[in-house]
Nanobody, 128 residues
Framework: QVQLVESGGGLVQAGDSLRLSCAAS????????MGWFRQAPGKEREFVAS?????????????SYADSVKDRFTISRDNAKNTVYLQMNSLEPEDTAVYYC????????????????WGQGTQVTVSS
C-alpha cells in the first residue's frame, strides 16, 4: 500500500513556474514507478510524465513526457525523502488542470489505468 499526497499547486500567470511535490508513505517508495497525470474540466485524465523506480542494481532511471510538456516540465524523485517532483516551467493556460500523482509496482506506464495508487490531486490554474 502506498499513500500519496500532492502539494504545490496554485494560481500563476502564463510564463511562470511551479513545482509540484508528491510525498509517499506506507511502502518502499524506491520500488515504485511514479507518474503525473492531469485532468482539466470536461476532459479525460491525461499523461504528463513518468519516472522509473530505482534499486541498488539499477544504474540509471528513465523518464517520459507527454509531447505537450516536453522541454517545459521535468519529473524527478528523491528516494531519501520519499518524494517525486514535477517542475513546471513556461506554464501556459492550457496547463490548467488538477494534477495527480500516481504509483505502480514495476515499470512506468503512460496510461492512467496502469497505476495502482493515486493522490487526491492539486489544482494548477494558469491565467493568460
Amino acid at each position: 500500500q502506498v499513500q500519496l499526497v500532492e502539494s504545490g499547486g496554485g494560481l500563476v500567470q502564463a510564463g511562470d513556474s511551479l513545482r509540484l511535490s508528491c510525498a509517499a508513505s506506507g511502502s518502499t517508495f524506491s520500488r515504485y514507478a511514479m507518474g503525473w497525470f492531469r485532468q482539466a474540466p470536461g476532459k479525460e485524465r491525461e499523461f504528463v510524465a513518468s519516472i522509473s523506480w530505482t534499486s541498488i542494481s539499477w544504474t540509471g532511471i528513465s523518464t517520459s513526457y507527454a509531447d505537450s510538456v516536453k522541454d517545459r516540465f521535468t519529473i524527478s524523485r528523491d528516494n531519501a525523502k520519499n518524494t517525486v517532483y514535477l517542475q513546471m516551467n513556461s506554464l501556459e493556460p492550457e496547463d490548467t488542470a488538477v494534477y495527480y500523482c500516481s504509483a505502480r509496482a514495476g515499470g512506468p506506464r503512460r496510461s492512467w489505468d496502469d497505476y495502482d495508487y493515486w493522490g487526491q490531486g492539486t489544482q494548477v490554474t494558469v491565467s493568460s
